[in-house]
Every structure is written in C-alpha cells, then in structure tokens.
C-alpha cells in the first residue's frame, strides 16, 4: 500500500509565497516522475510541474519543484502568487512498490491554495 500525503496548503495573499510538500509513504521500492497538478473551480487538471528520478524539472519562472529522494518528497515552492492560481494542488508520483512488477501512478488527496486579499 502506498500513500502520498500533501500538505502546506491556506490561504496566502496576491504577492506571497507559499510551499507544498507531498511525502510517500508505504511499500515504496522506487520513485520515477513526481509532480505537481492543480484544478480550479469549473477547470480541468492542469499541469504545474515535474520533476525526474534525476532532478531535471520543467521551467516555471514562479513556481520551483525539488525533491529529497532520501525521504521520499515532492516539494513545490510558489513565489509571487496570483488569484488565478487559487485551485486545489495535487502531487502525482510514478512509484514502484513492493508486490508490483511495474511503477504505477499515484495520487494525493490534495490541498487547497487560495490567493486572495
């Protein structure tokens, strides 16, 4: 059984700065491609970031991806908000786990960002 548990998510005011973190947990053998979604109101899931096994990210001049392979987390730094970036966050991770012979896509349950004065 895996479990990637999100958290850092509120309420944060046009301008300000917030970080995600998404921790797996549970039968995790390995972790590929780990990344960040999002979904406003009335949208469709979007994606905000991905990061490798290796580090490479895509570019996002607002928002930074990292991870700690060591404890198994995503984190997603977010700088200069907007009120257009209000929508709930959802961290995904590729994860081969113990009983599996392939990696499978995993969800978080996902936190909430809201930008508003």
């Known amino acids: 059984q895996v479990q990637l548990v999100e958290s850092g998510g509120g309420l944060v005011q046009p301008g300000g700065s917030l970080r995600l973190s998404c921790a797996a947990s549970g039968s995790v053998i390995s972790i590929n491609d780990m990344g960040w979604y999002r979904q406003a109101p009335g949208k469709e899931r979007e994606l905000v970031a991905i990061?490798?096994?290796g580090g490479s990210t895509n570019y996002e001049d607002r928002f930074t991806i990292s991870r700690d392979n060591a404890k198994n987390t995503v984190y997603l730094q977010m700088n200069s908000l907007k009120a257009e970036d209000t929508a709930v966050y959802y961290c995904?991770?590729?994860?081969?786990?113990?009983?599996?012979?392939?990696?499978?896509?995993?969800w978080g349950q996902g936190t909430l960002v809201t930008v508003s004065s």
């Open positions: 990061i490798t096994a």
């Open positions: 995904n991770a590729r994860i081969l786990s113990r009983g599996n012979l392939r990696y499978a896509d995993y």
